[in-house]
């Protein structure tokens, strides 16, 4: 399977079916659980991701937002700084320059401008979502893994958030784990379809939206199952 | 870089962590090697089963004191867990939620106050009532039972309020769903599921009671003999302990220490029995 | 016995009822008498003399002893606060799985807990007065105390680090911090006030220790000059004035002042806990 630059691939698929379990294993979150042992690998510009890389750097080149929102218990700014402080950067008018670049990008900034040293825990659940991009970007990684980033909001704050992802593609690589085939069909690129933990099939969106090739795929897409 | 810093960290709370483990081992350790040659010297029968304590004379049988623990234990426990699991029953179910937070104050100060301050109260009131109700001098096992009793309170509400907490709401509905009232919901189906909670608090208050020193020392008399009523005068383990370093020396200041051993040798025991209350309840 | 909430129900009912509305109102009476006691008879003998620089035999003076538990108190803390610490660090963060080595260290965490203070007192005399030539100083009575508030400040510590949100890890460690960036800056800021009740309540244990202190800190009621000086924090003071019984409206006294530390210290304990369970809310 082979993800291309600049582009949004949609995984989707029945629950279980291993999507985030995948999207867990390219920046190696699942380094985390105990007994998880993979086989297979996984590629970053050609170079295997277990081996060749600092699992620190990876995850410097590879953001992630959650399916749930989870912002730091501290304010607004001191959220998206913590990864650049986190990779070195000190200098504050640079520190205060990544704030303002980030949360623009994650269109938020004119909503928290006069609040960045307030609590982002007092955010509502889709500013905090867009607050947890924002802090995934500010480190400017290649690739964006969003993990159900809307499964948890209500439908306008889901719009908002699709619209940030769609003007986010211009800089990033974007893999979306989503439940919602609509939203899939609405923003990607190319979409891939998990059953049981295998990879059924893996075309463009409209594609597999269409003309799906596999009667799995055909029958899930319907909404045969779920 | 980060990576030596992140591993010598790992070591550095590791070591943090078995702090814990080196102060058992040293506390052990120096208890032991100061207690146990007296035991040795004085015969571990002439030290447990003597029923005279004279140091002048080189007698040093801690029977008396072993009894006296015993006995001061039983009657703290004897007066003060009913009265514990019950409070802990009312906080847990029958507490107007207004009232709720100042009695947990309460509880919480109760565990608080010093020692030494139960100690006085006990000295200044509770002596002279006995003294008054029964006419015998005040100082004894009564005053001493009393005083543990409702020192060791707060810990037997608290733990049992936990343990009752615990317990799975659907119990407790699926009485009141079966037409129980409250009260027979929580006394027959609730408070026997927390079973082994509501022991494990009775355990650690026998703990604090039989460990219990600056409180005993001051009301119950400290006559080093085998007591013969609730009224009589008795001495324990521990104030046997903190009435006499003061001034001992040689095998009598070891005679004391040993006398420290048979007292951790106990709470060891109680420990032991806690834990395993402790983790038959969180298996449940 | 017509009363609304008793309208309907059988005889045991009510009598279970009764009997734990009883027992709580022993446990309050109990206290209040107590407390009520000791302020009436200690309240009207508290003057200038009891809080006067020096002490003297004569003034019974409480202000050395006080500054001596505040002394005593700081440095039990600095040694005990980073151990406790540390260790629950260690078990929440590092070894999540209970190993071995982990149940070992829980144990004797637990067997910590439940050792009396005289046998603290004892291994400290052992220990810290004598094997190590320390003498009755402040130093042997705070090493003393810190072992014996070790395990209060390891369990509230495990307990608050434990109760910050999973997602809170995973999303710094998918920032690519480290681990102990993870755990400085976002792990302990989230569990520190949990952290701060036990160290509340470890200072409460402090303040009303002393059975522990008397052999490894001492009784001299004068202010330390160094480590190694010999004192007598508030409790040990209060002890000497109960025993000697010389002074016995001096020990009321002494006895409202500690009092009302501890009833503060519990206060304080209480409205922080009250805090975090507020502020989880959020998430």
């Not at chain 2, 100690?119 to 006419?135: A, R």
Request: proline share 4%; net charge positive; glycine share 8%.
């Amino acid at each position: 399977m082979q993800i291309d630059h600049l582009e949004i691939t949609a995984l989707i698929g029945p629950s279980g079916c291993g999507k985030s379990t995948l999207l867990k294993t390219i920046n190696r979150m699942n380094d985390l659980i105990d007994g998880f042992h993979i086989k297979g690998k996984v590629e970053l510009d050609g170079k295997n991701i277990y081996e060749s890389f600092d699992v620190n750097q990876l995850r410097k080149r590879v953001g992630m937002v959650f399916q749930k929102p989870n912002p730091f218990p501290m304010s607004i700014y001191d959220n998206i700084v913590f990864g650049p402080k986190t990779h070195g950067v000190k200098a504050k008018d640079e520190l205060d320059e990544i704030v303002e670049k980030s949360l623009k990008r994650a269109a938020l900034f004119d909503r928290v401008k006069d609040k960045l040293h307030k609590p982002a825990l007092a955010l509502s659940g889709g500013e905090q979502q867009r607050l947890c991009i924002a802090r995934a970007i500010a480190i400017n990684p290649e690739v964006l893994l969003l993990d159900e980033p809307t499964s948890a909001l209500d439908p306008i704050a889901t719009e908002k958030i699709e619209e940030t992802v769609l003007e986010l593609k211009k800089r990033y690589t974007i893999i979306i784990v989503t439940h919602n085939m609509q939203q899939a069909k609405r923003i990607s690129d190319k979409t891939a379809f998990f059953l049981l933990g295998k990879l059924t099939e893996f075309a463009p969106t409209e594609q597999i939206f269409n003309q799906p090739v596999d009667k799995a795929t055909r029958a899930y897409i319907k909404g045969k199952f779920g | 870089m980060a990576k030596v810093r992140e591993s010598v960290m790992r070591i550095v709370f590791l070591l943090t962590a078995l702090m814990s483990v080196l102060c058992v081992l040293f506390v052990c350790f120096f208890l032991f090697t100061n207690g146990l040659p007296a035991i040795a010297k004085i015969g571990p029968l002439d030290f447990l089963g003597g029923i005279k304590w004279k140091p002048e004379s080189n007698e040093f049988g801690i029977f008396p004191m072993i009894l006296g623990s015993l006995y001061v234990t039983c009657g703290a426990i004897i007066l003060g867990v009913p009265i514990g699991i019950l409070t802990a029953v009312f906080i847990a179910f029958f507490c107007p939620t207004r009232i709720k937070s100042a009695v947990e104050f309460v509880t919480s100060l109760m565990a608080g106050i010093p020692s030494i301050i139960y100690g006085f109260f006990g000295l200044t009131v509770l002596v002279p009532l006995i003294n008054d109700v029964f006419g015998v001098r005040g100082k004894g096992i009564l005053a001493a039972s009393v005083l543990l009793a409702i020192m060791i309170l707060p810990t037997i509400i608290s733990i049992s309020q936990q343990a009752l907490e615990a317990v799975q709401r659907s119990y407790f509905e699926g009485a009141i769903a079966l037409g129980a009232s409250k009260e027979r919901s929580v006394f027959f189906v609730v408070l026997p599921a927390a079973k082994s909670g509501v022991l494990a608090s009775i355990v650690l208050g026998i703990g604090r009671a039989i460990g219990e020193t600056m409180a005993v020392v001051m009301v119950a008399g400290n006559q080093a003999v085998i007591p013969e009523s609730v009224f009589d005068g008795v001495r324990t383990m521990t104030t046997n302990i903190v009435l006499e370093m003061g001034y001992a020396a040689d095998l009598h200041r070891e005679a004391l220490i040993a006398t420290g051993v048979v007292l951790f040798v106990f709470i060891l025991l109680i420990n032991m029995l806690f834990s395993i209350l402790r983790s038959k309840e969180r298996v449940q | 016995m017509n009363n609304k909430a008793t309208q309907g129900k059988d005889l045991l009912s009510v009598i279970l009822r009764g009997i734990t509305v009883a027992a709580a109102v022993i446990t309050g009476v109990t206290v209040a008498i107590i407390v009520g006691y000791i302020l009436i008879k200690g309240i009207p003998s508290i003057d200038s003399s009891l809080f006067a620089l020096n002490y003297t035999s004569d003034n019974q003076s409480l202000t050395t002893s006080f500054i001596n538990t505040v002394l005593m108190t700081a440095l039990a803390l600095v040694i005990a606060v980073p151990l406790g610490v540390g260790a629950a660090i260690y078990l929440t963060e590092y070894t999540r799985n209970s190993g071995k080595l982990v149940t070992l260290i829980r144990y004797a965490a637990e067997t910590l807990a439940g050792i009396p203070s005289i046998v603290y007192g004892l291994f400290g005399m052992l220990f810290f007065v004598v094997s190590l030539r320390m003498g009755f100083s402040l130093l042997a009575g705070s090493l003393t105390i810190a072992i014996m508030v070790l395990p209060t400040i390891m369990r509230t510590s495990e307990e608050a680090l434990l109760s910050v949100p999973m997602q809170y890890r995973e999303g710094a460690f998918a920032l690519g911090a480290g681990k102990l960036r993870t755990v400085f800056r976002v792990i302990l800021p989230a569990a520190s006030s949990g952290i701060l009740s036990g160290m509340i309540l470890a200072i409460g244990r402090i303040v009303g220790e002393s059975a522990a202190l008397i052999f490894t800190a001492g009784t001299v009621a004068e202010f330390p000059t160094s480590v190694f000086s010999s004192t007598r924090t508030l409790s040990v003071h209060m002890y000497s004035l109960a025993s000697e019984g010389l002074h016995i409206d001096k020990a009321y006294a002494t006895a409202v002042v500690l009092l009302a530390l501890v009833a503060i210290i519990n206060a304080a304990a209480l409205l922080v806990m009250r805090r975090i369970t507020k502020g989880r809310q959020h998430l």
